[in-house]
């Protein structure tokens, strides 16, 4: 039975990484896994579960909540009309290859390593917030043939190694290529779903050696409660906020911490 005062101490940390990511996903419009990652690696590790394989926890863990997160954010793009169908019909069994490919791979690496994997990653992501433009374009139309079947699996791969959704590879991709950003962002949920239900059903089936109390397969049942609860509770709020003030250069400040935390997980990865 696990100790009750330990119980406690997760139910609170867990509380208030939910309410930070449910008010940046609403302010910013970036997607909970980004800041619930690192959250749960530094939350868990102070809790005492520092193993080898405690970043396996933390990647599932995101994943399980976008799967709630993405599916509400969908339909409710979905019934303002701006879901591009067409594209997540062409972009979609590349990107369930790819989740089940990076789920294969994260299964089979340790701490170190998928703490290397994002902090590059991060790094990657944080730069392009920090900056990227709105006029940039790789194309006028979004790819078809060679280019979607290369981009559509390394988009499913690279997302579910960071354990976040389809908003920070997708909806750069997409406007690269000229789709307007609302468009982009409403498709990029939908790309969440794919992304991390065939992930999370992976992810249930692995065995973690010293995960933290209640967690099933890589899945930790208290972090998903909590979190899922608080994000629903305090992204309203951030949306709110986002509406009251420019949140331009909040995002700019959001890359620089986001970059601050990447590099921090690479050091850690190499030890230092």
């Known amino acids: 039975m696990p100790d009750p005062v330990l119980l406690a101490q997760m139910a609170v940390i867990l509380a208030a990484i939910g309410a930070l990511a449910g008010v940046l996903a609403g302010l910013l419009g970036v997607g909970g896994g980004i800041v619930l990652v690192p959250a749960f690696y530094y939350a868990f590790e102070a809790l005492g579960y520092g193993g080898p394989e405690l970043m396996q926890v933390c990647l599932a863990t995101s994943l399980a909540t976008i799967i709630v997160t993405s599916t509400r954010s ?32 994260a299964a089979s690496l340790r701490t170190p390593a998928l703490q290397a994997i994002f902090g590059v990653l991060a790094s990657v992501v944080a730069l392009y917030m920090l900056a990227g433009r709105d006029t940039w374009r790789l194309g006028q139309e979004m790819p078809r043939g060679p280019a979607l079947y290369g981009l559509s699996p390394l988009l499913g791969f690279l997302s579910v190694l960071m354990g976040i959704g389809g908003g920070s590879f997708g909806v750069p991709v997409m406007s690269l290529y000229g789709m307007p950003i609302h468009r982009a962002v409403a ?29 099933l397969g890589a ?54």
Do not use: C, Y
């Open 74 to 105: 969908a339909l409710s793009h979905n019934r303002k009309g701006a879901v591009d169908h067409a594209v997540l019909r062409a972009w979609g069994p590349g990107i369930v290859l790819g989740a089940v490919a990076g789920m294969l791979l």
């Open 187 to 215: 498709t990029a949920a939908g790309f969440g779903v794919i992304i991390a239900v065939p992930s999370v059903i992976g992810f249930l089936l692995v065995e973690v050696d010293g995960a933290p109390p209640l967690t």
């Open 219 to 272: 899945v930790n049942g208290p972090a998903f409660v909590l979190v899922i609860a608080m994000t629903l509770l305090t992204a309203p709020l951030g949306v709110r906020m986002a509406h009251a003030m420019d949140a331009r250069p909040l995002k700019r400040v959001f890359g620089v911490f986001l970059l601050i935390v990447a590099l921090n997980m690479l050091r850690k990865a190499l030890g230092f």
